[in-house]
């Protein structure tokens, strides 16, 4: 049987970013996928994520973002790869809202770049966008897009380089844990290690359950669509990013990218499901398409043109939308991520080092408490 020093459950965003982070420190690790990273079945596909600073969800959030940006930035350099582009990001939504009021909460305690505009100056600065007269935005000029598979492919590049072993199409069967190891049981073989990083996205409660953890975690069917949009109003290098928080829904879309079109997904509703059992024919649902073109029409109505493409993608939600970034109550040598709720992708680089600090530490950089599995 192999023994390695951390065996990681998962080789998806933070998966493959905290193997870099353990092998880059000496770290003997062996990475697990039942796929093969990058690839469809998780939650980084769909070739682009939006990183935002002054964070909405939460004041607390910002030195955590802030630190994944110097490391995607990181990233970008050690493999020459483009990762990042920045767009800035568009909130929108009505007065009152509560998103927005953390959005200029955030920049005022962080002192992040950050533009209010009225309803009449978007629609001057981007004639693509219409308003009503009672909504405002917040622009966050420096924010924008990340390449959301190829940073995982120079994760995993240079994880490999530092020494980590990656076992791809290799599903985990079995997670025994004893005092001073784990055993992690796959279909082909078994691997020894003194410790291992639960991070299998849409498939952590079923392994967090033989642990003993019955997390209130609720994987769910999301998709995103991108259609043929006026390039003049949309494209990359005019047009943001953007986030709508409407009074009983949320969007969120990205520029036309090369001539891709709009892509834009709705970020609240969504089917549980098993991820097992997941239908990922699009338009399965008429919301699949129905709810973002309705959006569309409503606010963006030159980028509601054909549908040229649609994706299913998983969310797996915890009740407060917060994260899960922990050890287990009773092992200290068993570490989980989880539960990133359709808004952890730009902090993945940051989660990774945070998982590989405890695992290597005992110990995070940063203060990880709102993040506490025993919060449930």
Same mark, same amino acid.
């Given at each position: 049987?192999?023994?390695?020093?951390?065996?990681?459950?998962?080789?998806?965003?933070?998966?493959?970013?905290?193997? %870099?982070?353990?092998?880059?420190?000496?770290?003997?690790?062996?990475?697990?996928?039942?796929?093969?990273?990058?690839?469809?079945?998780?939650?980084?596909?769909?070739?682009?994520?939006?990183?935002?600073?002054? %964070?909405?969800?939460?004041?607390?959030?910002?030195?955590?973002?802030?630190?994944?940006? $110097?490391?995607?930035?990181?990233?970008?350099?050690?493999?020459?790869?483009?990762?990042?582009?920045?767009?800035?990001?568009?909130?929108?939504?009505?007065?009152?809202?509560?998103?927005?009021?953390?959005?200029?909460?955030?920049?005022?305690?962080?002192?992040?770049?950050? $533009?209010?505009?009225?309803?009449?100056?978007?629609?001057?600065?981007?004639?693509?966008?219409?308003?009503?007269?009672?909504?405002?935005?917040?622009?966050?000029?420096?924010?924008?897009?990340?390449?959301?598979?190829?940073?995982?492919?120079?994760?995993?590049?240079?994880?490999?380089?530092?020494?980590?072993?990656?076992?791809?199409?290799?599903?985990v069967t079995g997670l025994q844990v004893e005092p001073d190891h784990v055993i992690?049981?796959?279909?082909?073989?078994?691997?020894?290690?003194?410790?291992?990083?639960?991070?299998?996205?849409?498939?952590?409660?079923?392994?967090?359950?033989?642990?003993?953890?019955?997390?209130?975690?609720?994987?769910?069917?999301?998709?995103?669509?991108?259609?043929?949009?006026?390039?003049?109003?949309?494209?990359?290098?005019?047009?943001?990013?953007?986030?709508?928080?409407?009074?009983?829904?949320?969007? %969120?879309?990205?520029?036309?990218?090369?001539?891709?079109?709009?892509?834009?997904?709705?970020?609240?509703?969504?089917?549980?499901?098993?991820?097992?059992?997941?239908?990922?024919?699009?338009?399965?649902?008429?919301?699949?398409?129905?709810?973002?073109?309705?959006?569309?029409?409503? %606010?963006?109505?030159q980028a509601a043109g054909r549908l040229t493409q649609g994706k299913v993608c998983i969310y797996t939600?915890?009740?407060?939308?917060?994260?899960?970034?922990?050890?287990?109550?009773?092992? $200290?040598?068993?570490?989980?991520?989880?539960?990133?709720?359709?808004?952890?992708?730009?902090?993945?680089?940051?989660?990774?080092?945070?998982?590989?600090?405890?695992?290597?530490?005992?110990?995070?950089?940063?203060?990880?408490?709102?993040?506490?599995?025993?919060?449930?």
């Amino acid at each position: 049987m192999e023994s390695f020093d951390v065996i990681i459950v998962g080789a998806g965003s933070v998966g493959m970013a905290a193997g %870099y982070d353990l092998a880059k420190k000496g770290v003997r690790t062996l990475l697990l996928d039942a796929y093969d990273p990058p690839h469809t079945m998780g939650s980084h596909h769909g070739d682009t994520r939006i990183i935002r600073y002054a %964070y909405g969800e939460g004041v607390q959030y910002v030195p955590l973002v802030l630190r994944a940006k $110097e490391l995607w930035k990181e990233l970008e350099d050690l493999s020459g790869v483009p990762l990042f582009t920045q767009t800035g990001v568009l909130s929108a939504g009505p007065v009152g809202c509560q998103f927005l009021q953390e959005v200029q909460d955030s920049a005022k305690q962080f002192s992040l770049p950050l $533009e209010v505009l009225q309803a009449q100056e978007v629609h001057e600065r981007w004639p693509g966008i219409t308003l009503p007269e009672d909504f405002y935005t917040c622009l966050e000029p420096d924010s924008g897009v990340l390449y959301s598979e190829a940073c995982i492919r120079a994760y995993r590049k240079l994880a490999i380089q530092h020494g980590a072993v990656l076992r791809t199409h290799t599903r985990v069967t079995g997670l025994q844990v004893e005092p001073d190891h784990v055993i992690v049981q796959t279909e082909n073989a078994s691997y020894r290690g003194a410790k291992v990083l639960v991070s299998a996205g849409a498939w952590n409660p079923s392994i967090l359950q033989s642990l003993g953890l019955h997390l209130p975690l609720v994987p769910t069917r999301k998709t995103v669509a991108w259609f043929e949009a006026d390039e003049d109003l949309y494209q990359s290098a005019k047009f943001p990013a953007f986030v709508f928080t409407l009074r009983d829904s949320m969007f %969120y879309g990205f520029p036309s990218f090369d001539g891709s079109g709009v892509k834009i997904g709705r970020h609240d509703a969504g089917q549980p499901i098993d991820p097992d059992q997941l239908d990922r024919t699009f338009g399965t649902f008429s919301s699949d398409e129905g709810d973002v073109r309705s959006f569309l029409e409503s %606010y963006m109505p030159q980028a509601a043109g054909r549908l040229t493409q649609g994706k299913v993608c998983i969310y797996t939600m915890t009740p407060d939308e917060h994260f899960v970034i922990d050890r287990h109550p009773e092992h $200290e040598h068993v570490v989980t991520t989880a539960g990133f709720s359709g808004h952890g992708f730009k902090f993945a680089s940051a989660v990774g080092e945070a998982a590989s600090q405890l695992l290597t530490d005992g110990k995070a950089s940063h203060n990880l408490s709102m993040f506490s599995l025993l919060r449930f």
